[in-house]
């Protein structure tokens, strides 16, 4: 889909459709000025202003557009970039829906960031989980171009919002394609090659360590979790640096990408199995975040590592019981085969560690028990040092993204003890997701990390109306936006 700034006149514009947004109350928008449309359509019922709501109309008196689309936007005093860039998602989907190919949208008033997020909601929902249905009517209905109209609003700016929320939507969506992309067409090396792929495309330097040089550096914990499946390992290097300034900071993002996990040994039941494709979410999201940093080009050096493997029962799977010895020279217990993120990122995080990151943020679908906890509307997130947690969740926030922060009191690492090594990869039943922390932790400290458990937030199990089912992409709206308010 095409985005844009639209500067003619709004009468003249010959588009399939024009929107407008109205609210509950308060001042109508200008286009409904000229007649009573806007009046008629409140007192039929069929349209209060409700947020999301949408009403139609064809042939719009005074107007060259083919349709005026009216979306409610709610209560004006409580609109904000959060209901814009819904909002956006609701209007490119109800657009597409009825075949419309061209729009214009029409705000009377709107920043830079309502421009940005409505952009990055219409973007976001037009994408679809349909790659793979051959039905060839699934191509009829496309919504080809979005234009912004903002008069009145200073059209250089405007056009640099929408090219923003350009990139970064569309570096959601790159997120999701991985994550769609089924486990027997996405393994870990076609991960890799995804990744390497995307980084020539935006001019980023990629390496990638394969199984034989994870073995020489000591990758014990990685390649455990690996030696099950047919599929080998990688570690993908994305690298953005940033030339000849004086900064220093160096961030690290680090994905969990796990092509498919059965749980190993630990194997999981087969009920929902399927769904274990989306255990590369963390992946997608520093592959989605590295390729918008590359173009939006923020002020500081990041990395991004992808630790990918796939979790398999074999006669080479590893066991519960098994000791391996990590990067970082820790031994580990392991206790349950199905713990195998933890085991993965603690390589990562290491890796990352002696190559320079001065803070680290992992993404990882990590644990189930953080759905329990928190449902699905909050990214579960930890933190060995809060000031870069504050910076983060301010971020998130500008972005859009909602996080909730669990605790890390000490008396919770006393959940990991191993009889045998030096701990074991699981804690007991209770505090899942925080003991699962506590073990990354202890492979991060004592650089500055923030970890994601986004288990709970990166799969949507029925459509919204502003966004399909399937996977949303969570964590690259604020990987992207902490690395642009980054201040030495
Ligand atoms: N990938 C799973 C976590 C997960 C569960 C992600 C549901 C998405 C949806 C992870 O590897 C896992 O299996 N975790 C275990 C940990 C347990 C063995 C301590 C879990 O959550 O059950
Ligand atoms: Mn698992
Ligand atoms: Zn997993």
Redo the contacts with the bound molecule.
């Keep these: 889909m095409q985005v844009q700034i639209e500067t003619s006149s709004i009468e003249k514009i010959s588009a399939d459709a024009l929107a407008v947004i109205a609210f509950e109350s308060g001042s109508d928008p200008k286009i409904a000025e000229q007649s009573g449309w806007l009046a008629d359509l409140r007192s039929s019922g069929e349209f209060t202003g409700k947020l999301y709501e949408t009403a139609v109309l064809y042939r719009p008196e005074g107007l060259a557009a083919k349709r005026l689309v009216v979306v409610g936007g709610g209560k004006k005093e409580k609109f904000s970039q959060v209901e814009a860039r819904r909002l956006g998602g609701v209007l490119a989907r109800a657009l597409k829906s009825k075949g419309v190919r061209t729009a214009v949208l029409v705000l009377d008033e709107g920043d830079e960031t309502l421009v940005s997020a409505v952009v990055e909601g219409a973007i976001l929902g037009v994408w679809e989980a349909d790659k793979y249905k051959t039905d060839p009517k699934k191509n009829e209905k496309h919504l080809d171009s979005l234009r912004i109209a903002v008069p009145g609003g200073d059209q250089q700016n405007l056009a640099r919002a929408v090219e923003k929320g350009r990139i970064v939507a569309e570096a959601q969506n790159v997120s999701r394609d991985l994550v769609n992309e089924p486990p027997n067409r996405l393994t870990p090396a076609t991960l890799a090659e995804a990744a390497e792929a995307m980084c020539a495309e935006v001019g980023l330097e990629c390496e990638l360590l394969d199984e034989g040089e994870m073995a020489k550096l000591g990758m014990g914990a990685l390649l455990g979790v690996a030696q099950g499946s047919s599929n080998p390992p990688f570690l993908i290097v994305m690298k953005y640096q940033l030339a000849g300034t004086g900064v220093k900071d160096h961030l690290a993002l680090v994905g969990k990408g796990?092509t498919f996990?059965t749980?190993g040994i630990?194997i999981?039941p087969s009920e929902g199995m399927e769904?274990?494709k989306?255990?590369m979410a963390g992946a997608g999201a520093v592959i989605g975040a590295m390729r918008a940093i590359a173009q939006l080009k923020p002020a500081i050096t990041v990395t991004g590592y992808v630790a990918t493997v796939e979790n398999m029962v074999s006669g080479n799977a590893q066991r519960p019981g098994d000791i391996v010895t990590s990067l970082s020279g820790k031994t580990i217990e392991v206790l349950?085969t199905?713990?195998?993120?933890r085991l993965i990122l603690a390589d990562a995080v290491t890796y990352a560690n002696r190559h320079g990151a001065t803070h680290i943020i992992d993404a990882a679908?990590?644990?189930?028990?953080i759905?329990v906890a928190l449902g699905h509307h909050n990214i579960g997130a930890f933190t060995n040092d809060q000031a870069l947690f504050d910076r983060f969740l301010t971020s998130a926030r500008t972005a859009g993204e909602k996080a909730w922060q669990l605790p890390m009191d000490e008396e919770y690492k006393d959940y990991l003890k191993s009889a045998f090594a030096d701990l074991p990869n699981?804690g007991g039943r209770y505090g899942?997701s925080i003991t699962?922390a506590w073990f990354i932790r202890e492979f991060a400290d004592p650089t500055p990390w923030v970890h994601l458990d986004i288990?709970s937030t990166a799969w949507l199990d029925d459509a919204k109306a502003w966004m399909a089912k399937g996977p949303t992409g969570v964590a690259v709206r604020s990987f992207v936006q902490l690395a642009l308010d980054w201040k030495p």
Excluded: F, P, Q
């Design positions: 796990v996990d749980g630990s999981k769904k274990m989306y255990d349950n199905d713990a195998e993120g679908t990590l644990t189930g028990a759905g699981i899942g699962a288990a």
